[in-house]
Nanobody, 124 residues
Framework: QVQLVESGGGLVQAGGSLRLSCAAS????????MGWFRQAPGKEREFVAA????????LYADSVKGRFTISRDNAKNTVYLQMNSLKPEDTAVYYC?????????????????WGQGTQVTVSS
């Protein structure tokens, strides 16, 4: 069992930056691939970024490539999402997810555990 708690969301102007954190419970964090997803009102949940257990591979949605960076610190049981050059269309609830696998995926149904989400609002 893994529990995930996101933090770092908030209100920011377009062009600004935010850093999301996701703290995981449990001693086997390093055996999980981690992902970030987001969901805007009236829209389906969409993939943002993912990282393998050791950080050796990362995946990004085309819409955030070059602006967002996913990273992890296994010693702190934490995964991060650094978001730069934010746009109003990045406004959404951001969710952290964990998958007990060596393989990352963009498919949200393949993740085993989810956090409660943190709101990110980008004003124009």
């Amino acid at each position: 069992q893994v529990q995930l708690v996101e933090s770092g969301g908030g209100l920011v102007q377009a062009g600004g930056s935010l850093r999301l954190s996701c703290a995981a419970s449990g001693r086997t964090f390093s055996s999980y691939a981690m992902g970030w997803f987001r969901q805007a009102p009236g829209k389906e949940r969409e993939f943002v970024a993912a990282i393998t257990w050791n950080g050796g591979r990362t995946l990004y949605a085309d819409s955030v490539k070059g602006r967002f960076t996913i990273s992890r610190d296994n010693a702190k049981n934490t995964v991060y999402l650094q978001m730069n050059s934010l746009k109003p269309e990045d406004t959404a609830v951001y969710y952290c997810a964990a998958r007990h696998s060596l393989v990352v995926t963009t498919t949200h149904t393949w993740y085993d555990y989810w956090g409660q989400g943190t709101q990110v609002t980008v004003s124009s």
